[in-house]
């Protein structure tokens, strides 16, 4: 750790872990990486850039989780009705983190999409929300299998519930 904290923050985005240079397309492959990881996708730049630029894509990229992350936190902390349909939160480890980065998706979409309401994600009306829609409810249903396959705790809907022994 004490080698790292040295390090100039811009080294640690533009350097790999044995100090050599990243290219400028290595650069801007992690940053779809994350962008990706995020559900976040679209356009992306490409060509040569100037580290300046690519910093910059960086920089915004880092903003953008953040927000994410604080409106999941924010939904989750209000207890927001359309965190329903997600299930609950496992409660710890790796399934928590898988769990809320799913929310984060979800967060991230309405709040680009000014979905508000209880519905997860309201009505697309154009084709890119119709897009980010579906990779939206790819979270959702990722975040519900996680939930339920919590150990050791039952946390499944009751209303889910009731309905699965209706159908038999």
């Known amino acids: 750790m004490v080698r790292v904290a040295r ?14 240079p990243l290219t400028t397309a290595n650069v801007r492959r992690r940053l779809r990486n994350v962008l990706a990881e995020a559900g976040i996708t679209g ?11 690519a910093a910059a894509l960086a920089e915004r990229q880092a903003l953008m989780e953040s ?11 209000a207890n927001e009705p359309w965190l329903s349909r997600l299930g609950a939160s496992p ?8 769990w809320l980065y799913e929310i984060r998706t979800v967060a991230a979409y309405r ?7 209880r519905s997860a994600l ?9 897009v980010d829609a579906v990779r939206a409810d790819q979270a959702i249903r990722r ?5 339920e396959e919590a150990p050791g705790e039952d946390r499944r809907s009751p209303v889910l519930e009731s309905r699965r022994r209706a159908i038999g």
Do not use: C, W
């Open 91 to 98: 409660s710890k480890g790796s399934a928590h983190r898988r």
């Open 7 to 20: 390090e100039e923050p811009e080294h640690l985005i533009f350097f790999s872990r044995n100090h050599t």
């Open 122 to 130: 309201g009505e697309p009306r154009t084709e890119a929300q119709k």
């Open 143 to 147: 975040a519900r299998a996680l939930a």
């Open 67 to 77: 927000r994410a992350l604080a409106l999941a936190q924010y939904a989750i902390d």
């Open 43 to 53: 356009p992306v730049a490409e060509g040569s850039m100037s580290p300046e630029m």
């Open 111 to 117: 709040d680009r999409y000014q979905v508000e309401g």
